[in-house]
């Protein structure tokens, strides 16, 4: 069973438009969602990261929506650059983030110049 | 601050062997937790440790097993290896604290099954 859902499987954006990647989860007992960029060879890093009693968060470029009623979040990346180019993994916690990590699929994403 | 590393970076065994893969976790951090990362698809969680005690486990047969040691170092022994073990071994470190708890990943351990 999986519990969290993630597309699109890819993406294509033009630079300096904007990449927008989905989720949803099935399990109400997740508080925590956090969003991790991977690179080729690379362990994933944290991107940003939002709990459920807030409906948006920003940090520069990258935003997140969550809707808890419609159990979905999502990944906004404005203004999108060639860097950006990785792979995106949504995932879900409970106990804020101090329980085993449930991934998304992930999303690889292309920044054409 | 090195981060969370790991060792190996590559390993190649063969089907039936036993592997052990380290991880020493972040400066400051107590909790390991084990993912493994099939080719094109997300992290999958193993289990976790803390205060040198298995605190959760996801869903792997029994031949993964682990310890946690003093210094909060972690291994990942995996026993009679199998074709499909085949993967990308993640470890990430965390703090207890108050929420929201952050987990470091470390660059993996590339292991391959023949």
């Known amino acids: 069973q999986q519990q969290v859902k993630q597309s699109p499987q890819s993406l294509i954006v033009q630079k300096g438009g904007i990449s927008i990647i989905n989720c949803a989860y099935e399990n109400t007992a997740f508080d925590y969602f956090p969003w991790y960029q991977q690179f080729p060879g690379k362990g994933p890093a944290l991107l940003i990261a939002?709990?459920?009693?807030?409906s948006e968060k920003k940090e520069g470029r990258f935003t997140i929506s969550f809707n808890k009623s419609a159990k979905q979040f999502s990944l906004h990346i404005m203004d999108s650059q060639p860097g950006d180019s990785a792979t995106y993994f949504c995932?879900?916690?409970?106990?804020?983030?101090?329980?085993?990590?449930?991934f998304g699929k992930g999303t690889h994403l292309i920044i054409q110049p | 601050d090195a981060g969370v590393t790991q060792s190996p970076t590559h390993l190649i065994k063969t089907r039936g062997q036993q592997v052990t893969l380290r991880c020493s976790p972040k400066s400051g951090h107590d909790t390991v937790s084990w993912y493994q990362q099939a080719l094109g698809q997300g992290p999958q969680f193993i289990f976790q440790y803390y205060e040198e005690e298995e605190r959760q486990r996801g869903n792997f047969p029994d031949r993964f097993s682990g310890h946690q040691f003093p210094n909060y170092s972690s291994e990942l022994n995996v026993n009679a290896l199998l074709l499909g073990d085949s993967a990308l071994y993640l470890c990430a470190s965390s703090s207890t604290g108050s929420p929201p708890v952050v987990q470091y990943f470390g660059p993996g351990t590339r292991l391959t099954v023949t």
């Open positions: 939002i709990r459920p009693d807030v």
């Open positions: 995932a879900a916690s409970r106990g804020g983030g101090a329980d085993g990590l449930t």
